[in-house]
T-cell receptor
Framework: EAGVVQSPRYKIIEKKQPVAFWCNPI?????LYWYLQNLGQGPELLIR????????DSQLPKDRFSAERLKGVDSTLKIQPAELGDSAVYLC????????????FGPGTRLTVL | GEDVEQSLFLSVREGDSSVINCTYT??????LYWYKQEPGAGLQLLTY?????DMKQDQRLTVLLNKKDKHLSLRIADTQTGDSAIYFC??????????FGSGTRLLVRP
């Protein structure tokens, strides 16, 4: 079974530029998450989708961040414009319908803003 | 709000046991989790424990839960060099959102 796929793995941009990250969850997983992981920290939730609906986006900085999950499968997270403080790893995860809510994580996209 | 605390670093010799500790704040968590992150990779669920249990054993892993003190630990028996990684403790809040600690970096010395 293929895992969660993310691309690109690494991205270096200058501040004020736009950037987009893509995630393909595990087939059949209806729940998709985007997390932000700063260096030396645990992941922090940005947004959660149930199918194509964003059910928790309370921690997404909506002035510059946006996300979409068209057709309830792949998802894209965008930052426009990027700031220096956005340098981090952006993780995507998807969840199976299990009793213990296991989340499966992709390898992440490491963003560096110069 | 919810908070999960972990020690930052642990170093053990290969073959010894490792014990990673965690404290959490949300007493309503249904499950508590241990995730492992290797360099350049995402997080992988190692094990979890249901909140009405006080111990769970899974091969080399033993999870102990003290609900009164809101303390969770992960013991790895016969620690191997391949166990070197960052270990994250996580609880769920009232909306089932995962709240992670900052991670404990485990270094296994040969």
């Amino acid at each position: 079974e293929a895992g969660v796929v993310q691309s690109p793995r690494y991205k270096i941009i200058e501040k004020k530029q736009p950037v987009a990250f893509w995630c393909n969850p595990i087939s059949g997983h209806n729940t998709l998450y985007w997390y932000l992981q700063n260096l030396g920290q645990g992941p922090e939730l940005l947004i959660r989708y149930e199918n194509e609906e964003a059910v928790d986006d309370s921690q997404l900085p909506k002035d510059r961040f946006s996300a979409e999950r068209l057709k309830g499968v792949d998802s894209t997270l965008k930052i426009q414009p990027a700031e220096l403080g956005d340098s981090a790893v952006y993780l995507c995860a998807s969840e199976s319908r299990s009793d213990y809510n296991e989340q499966f994580f992709g390898p992440g996209t490491r963003l560096t803003v110069l | 709000g919810e908070d999960v605390e972990q020690s930052l670093f642990l170093s053990v010799r290969e073959g010894d046991s490792s014990v990673i500790n965690c404290t959490y704040t949300d007493s309503s968590s249904t499950y508590l989790y241990w995730y492992k992150q290797e360099p350049g990779a995402g997080l992988q669920l190692l094990t979890y424990i249901f909140s009405n249990m006080d111990m769970k054993q899974d091969q080399r892993l033993t999870v102990l839960l003290n609900k009164k003190d809101k303390h969770l630990s992960l013991r790895i028996a016969d620690t191997q060099t391949g166990d070197s990684a960052i270990y994250f403790c996580a609880e769920t809040d009232s909306s089932y959102k995962l709240i992670f600690g900052s991670g404990t970096r485990l270094l296994v010395r040969p």
